[in-house]
């Protein structure tokens, strides 16, 4: 029995080495392997002396020999197989032990350019990893240490690993290679244009297994990007309470998108994934306290965000009432001692957490037997393309409260109105069949008058109905995209009632 062992990672390979050694193992390696292994006292032949061919160009070819993968690739159970095999004096592999050269950890390192990160794309590995784990039925295929002692267990009772345990370690090798070429495609798809390729391979790690996901009968788990955004909630460190759920993960994904579209003190409260307060203010406290004073019934059990560390008198007012998260760049130590009062509140820091996404990242959805991929919704509207279109001119402070206003809108699920005052959100509409639903719903949910504050509207108005809805609330400021055919009605109407109306000319739909 012969291995062909030859590793990037040489965790444990010295130890596997010697335990095929004691089973009788012939060992055959290469390059920095070899030199690991002979230094550590393991008998070990070269690859070219199993080639009878030199490694060669810096040692990008080592590997692709026939004596090498007519070795791996002969079906045993195949007798014109093995006549080639010995008319080719080519004898078996039939262990083998690659892991790959680091490319997900060249791409990490700060400052990579695009030549050092092709120069750690494997050829050689991936090739031999493919051809034992196609061969999985007469070949032992290893491509994670952590499976070493496994094929050690079942040598030594066994004498032979079993079909099982081949086909799984198989199964392993494909989703690595697959995974590995899916980071090279996408690090380089990045490193041009970023426009959206005719085949689409996502690579993810598992950060860890969720005990459920939505519901109690769904199977979940969290996986991350292989480089993932400074600011991405899978950054964040949790400093105390419980795991987090699958619907703790979404909706604390949801605060942070809305919080990141705020640089002044600001806290996001959500609750399923949909805003139910937001504020600014002079500090974290008071943007607290608007935030909570939107909806004080949705925020209970809610999510917390803000882009400001937590300090104590910011932490005694949230733990007045239950929240399952907060989310923040830090905690003073005042903050902690009073929030870890609670023993299942989870606490996250997040560094950068007001840091925006870089350019070309995408959205996902998954639909029945395919996907909708598309760019991000990385605007909200260009400030030279704002439009007044009504009579009256709307006040800068109701300006002001307008970009809040759409900052938050963007964020909720269509059909979406956000109303707000005083850089606070008083009344939020989210995804109702039709506009004017969320109109009311928003000025129904309001917790404080709506005299003088401001309306907006993720999509433009099909009648003057929001208007009139707006105006009897005590609205006197609209801001929606416009682009309705009966745009005219809804701006004569807001004439009528005293209204100012910008068009922003950007669309905010979030289905």
């Known amino acids: 029995m012969r291995a062909l062992l030859s590793v990037s990672d040489k965790s444990g390979i010295v130890e596997f080495a010697q335990e095929l050694e004691q089973l009788g193992v012939e060992i055959i390696s290469t390059g920095g392997t070899h030199k690991r292994l002979s230094d550590n006292g393991v008998k070990v032949m070269g690859i ?303 560094e950068g957490i007001d840091k925006k996404g870089p350019a070309g990242e995408i959205d996902i959805k998954k639909v029945s037997g395919g996907l909708l991929v598309q760019g991000t919704d990385d605007v909200l509207f260009d400030e030279a393309e704002l439009k007044v279109v009504t009579d009256r001119i709307p006040t800068d402070k109701e300006m002001e409260d307008m970009r809040l206003a759409m900052k938050v809108v963007k964020h909720i699920k269509s059909n979406g109105i956000v109303i707000a005052k005083d850089q606070a959100t008083l009344g939020i509409g989210p995804g109702q069949v039709n506009r004017i639903w969320a109109v009311e719903n928003a000025i129904r949910q309001a917790n404080a008058p709506l005299q003088g504050a401001v309306l907006a509207s993720d999509a433009f108005f099909p009648f003057d109905d929001c208007v009139t809805a707006g105006a009897k609330a005590g609205i006197t400021a609209i801001i929606q995209p416009g682009g309705s055919m009966r745009d005219q009605e809804s701006i004569d109407k807001a004439n009528e009632l005293g209204i100012a109306m910008v068009f922003c000319g950007v669309r905010h739909f979030k289905h």
Do not use: W
């Open 48 to 350: 070219s002396e199993v080639t009878g061919f030199p490694e060669c160009l810096d040692g990008r070819v080592k590997t692709l020999h026939p004596a090498v993968h007519g070795g791996i690739l002969a079906m045993r159970d195949k007798p014109e197989h093995m006549k080639q095999l010995a008319d080719l004096n080519i004898e078996t592999i039939d262990i083998v032990a690659i892991n790959l050269y680091p490319f997900k950890e060249t791409i990490l390192k700060p400052g990579v350019t695009l030549p050092e990160a092709i120069e750690n794309i494997d050829i050689g590995g991936p090739t031999m990893l493919r051809s034992a784990a196609k061969n999985h039925k007469d070949v032992v295929v290893v491509c994670d240490p952590g499976d070493y002692a496994k094929v050690i267990e079942e040598l030594k009772e066994n004498k032979a690993v079993s079909y099982d345990t081949k086909y799984r370690l198989a199964l392993k090798v494909f989703q690595h290679t697959a995974a590995y070429d899916a980071m090279i495609s996408d690090y380089l798809r990045k490193e041009i244009d970023g426009e959206l390729p005719d085949n689409l391979t996502l690579t993810f790690e598992k950060v860890q297994e969720l005990r459920y996901g939505e519901n109690p009968h769904q199977k979940a788990s969290y996986y991350k990007e292989i480089k993932p955004a400074e600011g991405s909630l899978v950054m964040a460190q949790q400093l105390h309470g419980k795991e987090l759920s699958f619907n703790n993960i979404n909706d604390t994904n949801g605060a942070l998108a809305v919080l990141k579209e705020f640089t002044e003190p600001t806290v996001v409260a959500v609750k399923h994934a949909n805003p139910c307060g937001v504020g600014t203010g002079f500090d974290i406290l008071s943007a607290y306290k608007k935030a909570y004073a939107c909806d004080p019934t949705s925020i209970f059990g809610g999510i917390v965000a803000a882009n400001r560390a937590i300090d104590g008198p910011t932490a005694e007012e949230i733990n007045k009432i239950f929240i399952e998260i907060v989310i923040a760049p830090d905690f003073t130590e005042e903050a902690m001692t009073v929030l870890t009062q609670k023993k299942n509140i989870r606490l996250l820091k997040l």
